[in-house]
C-alpha cells in the first residue's frame, strides 16, 4: 500500500517552453502533497506544500509565478515548470501523506527528471 | 523544526550488521523520528518511523534512548543492494514539512 507515482519519469523540453508533472497516490487519499528538488549529489529541498483544494504554500526563494502547483483532488497534484530554462534542469521527487495514526508518514514518488536544453 | 547530524558516509560488507547513528539533539516532545532510503535517482523509500524505544519491522530497527537526542537505524546482515543514502528525520506529528539532512551514504561491497 501507500504508492505514489509521477508521471512522466523523465522528460527533456526547450528553454522557453513548460512542462507539467504529475503525482499521483494511487492507493491512499492524500489531504496534502509535497514537491521536492534534487540536484546531482544534494539533498531534497522542499519546494512547496500542497494541500487539496486550497492555494500551495511555497518555501523561501521559490517563486511560484514559475513553479505552478495544482492539487485538483485528493489523489492528484501537478508541478508545472513555466518558460523552463536549463538551471531548472533537476530531479523533481513529489510525496503524499498518509494520515493513519503515527505522524502521518510521507511517501515519495519514484521522481522525474526534467532536462532544459 | 529539529536539526539532525549523521555521518557522511559509511562503509561496510555484505553480511554485517550496520548501525547509522543520528544525532537530534533539540527533538521536540512530539516529535517522531523517521529514517528514509534513497537510491540514485529515486525517490526515498520509508523505512521506519520511532517515538521512543525500539521499533521493528521486517527491513531495519530503530533504537531510541530514554532521552530522545539520538536514534541508530540498524540494517541486520547488509547485501550490495543496501548501498544507499539514508536521510534520518525528525518532525512533529501530522506537521506538514520535511527538512532533509545530507543523509549518511552506505557503501557496502563484497
Known amino acids: 500500500g501507500a504508492v505514489v507515482s509521477q508521471h512522466p519519469s523523465w522528460v527533456i523540453c526547450k528553454s522557453g517552453t513548460s512542462v507539467k508533472i504529475e503525482c499521483r497516490s494511487l492507493d491512499f487519499q492524500a489531504t496534502t502533497m509535497f514537491w521536492y528538488r534534487q540536484f546531482p549529489k544534494q539533498s531534497l529541498m522542499l519546494m512547496a506544500t500542497s494541500n487539496e483544494g486550497s492555494k500551495a504554500t511555497y518555501e523561501q526563494g521559490v517563486e511560484k509565478d514559475k513553479f505552478l502547483i495544482n492539487h485538483a483532488s485528493l489523489t492528484l497534484s501537478t508541478l508545472t515548470v513555466t518558460s523552463a530554462h536549463p538551471e531548472d534542469s533537476s530531479f523533481y521527487i513529489c510525496?503524499?501523506?498518509?494520515?493513519?495514526?503515527?505522524?502521518?508518514?510521507?511517501?515519495f514518488g519514484p521522481g522525474t527528471r526534467l532536462t532544459v536544453t | 523544526l529539529a536539526k539532525t547530524t549523521q555521518p557522511i558516509s559509511m562503509d561496510s560488507y555484505e553480511g554485517q550488521e550496520v548501525n547509522i547513528t543520528c544525532s537530534h539533539n533539540?527533538?521536540?516532545?512530539?516529535?517522531?523520528i523517521t529514517w528514509y532510503q534513497q537510491f540514485p535517482s529515486q525517490g526515498p523509500r520509508f523505512i521506519i518511523q520511532?517515538?521512543?524505544t525500539k521499533v521493528t519491522n521486517e527491513v531495519a530497527s530503530l533504537f531510541i534512548p530514554a532521552d530522545r537526542k539520538s536514534s541508530t537505524l540498524s540494517l541486520p546482515r547488509v547485501s550490495l543492494s543496501d548501498t544507499a543514502v539514508y536521510y534520518c528525520l525528525v518532525g512533529l506529528a501530522g506537521y506538514s514539512t520535511l527538512t532533509f539532512g545530507k543523509g549518511t551514504m552506505l557503501l557496502v561491497s563484497p
Open positions: 533539540n527533538i521536540a516532545t512530539n516529535d517522531y
Open positions: 520511532g517515538y521512543k
Open positions: 510525496s503524499a501523506r498518509a494520515a493513519r495514526g503515527g505522524a502521518g508518514e510521507q511517501y
